[in-house]
T-cell receptor, first 118, second 111 residues
Framework: AQTVTQSQPEMSVQEAETVTLSCTYD???????LFWYKQPPSRQMILVIR??????QNATENRFSVNFQKAAKSFSLKISDSQLGDAAMYFC???????????????FGKGTLLTVNP | KAGVTQTPRYLIKTRGQQVTLSCSPI?????VSWYQQTPGQGLQFLFE???????NKGNFPGRFSGRQFSNSRSEMNVSTLELGDSALYLC??????????FGPGTRLLVL
C-alpha cells in the first residue's frame, strides 16, 4: 500500500518570503500522480498543483512550484512571494495510474499547517 | 462551470440514526469519490463511483454505503451512527481518471 508522509506539522513564513513544504511517499509503482491540495479555514479543498510521475520536468503554477525527485520519492512544494491568502493546511496526495485497474483513490499525508506572518 | 456541490453543509444527528449526504459533480464528470476527514485519522478514502458502479472501496464498515445515479450525482449513507462518525465528509469529482476536484464538504456531528 502506498503511504504519504509530511514531516512538518506546522510551518511559518513572512509575507513575500519563500517557503518549502516537504512530502515523501512510498510506492512500488512506476506510474502515478502527485498532488498538492490546500485547505483554508473554509475547509474547501483546493488543488494547488499536479505532477505526473513520467514527466521529468517539475510542475509550476504561478508562485507555486514543485521539486519532484522520483528516485528519492520526494515531492516538495515551494511557495514564492508568500501572501496572507496562502495561509492554510497543505496536503500532499498520491494517486496510482493503474490503467485499466480500479485504484484511483487519493492517499493523503497528514498535512502541514502554513502560517503567513505580515 | 459550477463546482462540486454538497448538501447539506451541516448536519447534527444522534447516535443510532442514519444519514444521507448528497454530492453533485462538476458537469461532465463521471467519477465521484468520497473521503472522511477527522482530526485523528486525517483524510481517508471511503469509496469511488464511476458510471453508477462502485470501483473501489476503502476500509470502512458496512454501515457506510453509497450509490451513484445516471446523472452522476452521488449519495452516501451512514446507518446506525456512532460518535466516531463525526467528521467532515468530502466529495470529489473527476473527468474520467483525471484530477479530483473537491466540494465544500458536509460537516456531520453525531451526539
Amino acid at each position: 500500500a502506498q503511504t504519504v508522509t509530511q514531516s512538518q506539522p506546522e510551518m511559518s513564513v513572512q509575507e513575500a518570503e519563500t517557503v518549502t513544504l516537504s512530502c515523501t511517499y512510498d510506492t512500488s509503482e512506476s506510474d502515478y500522480y502527485l498532488f498538492w491540495y490546500k485547505q483554508p479555514p473554509s475547509r474547501q479543498m483546493i488543488l494547488v498543483i499536479r505532477q505526473e510521475a513520467y514527466k521529468q520536468q517539475n510542475a509550476t503554477e504561478n508562485r507555486f512550484s514543485v521539486n519532484f525527485q522520483k528516485a528519492a520519492k520526494s515531492f516538495s512544494l515551494k511557495i514564492s512571494d508568500s501572501q496572507l491568502g496562502d495561509a492554510a493546511m497543505y496536503f500532499c496526495a498520491y494517486r496510482s495510474e493503474n490503467s485499466g485497474g480500479s485504484n484511483y483513490k487519493l492517499t493523503f499525508g497528514k498535512g502541514t499547517l502554513l502560517t503567513v506572518n505580515p | 462551470k459550477a463546482g462540486v456541490t454538497q448538501t447539506p453543509r451541516y448536519l447534527i444527528k444522534t447516535r443510532g440514526q442514519q444519514v444521507t449526504l448528497s454530492c453533485s459533480p462538476i458537469s461532465g464528470h463521471r467519477s465521484v469519490s468520497w473521503y472522511q476527514q477527522t482530526p485523528g485519522q486525517g483524510l481517508q478514502f471511503l469509496f469511488e463511483y464511476f458510471s453508477e458502479t462502485q470501483r473501489n472501496k476503502g476500509n470502512f464498515p458496512g454501515r457506510f454505503s453509497g450509490r451513484q445515479f445516471s446523472n452522476s450525482r452521488s449519495e452516501m449513507n451512514v446507518s446506525t451512527l456512532e460518535l466516531g462518525d463525526s467528521a467532515l465528509y468530502l466529495c470529489a469529482s473527476s473527468f474520467m481518471m483525471e484530477t479530483q476536484y473537491f466540494g465544500p464538504g458536509t460537516r456531520l456531528l453525531v451526539l
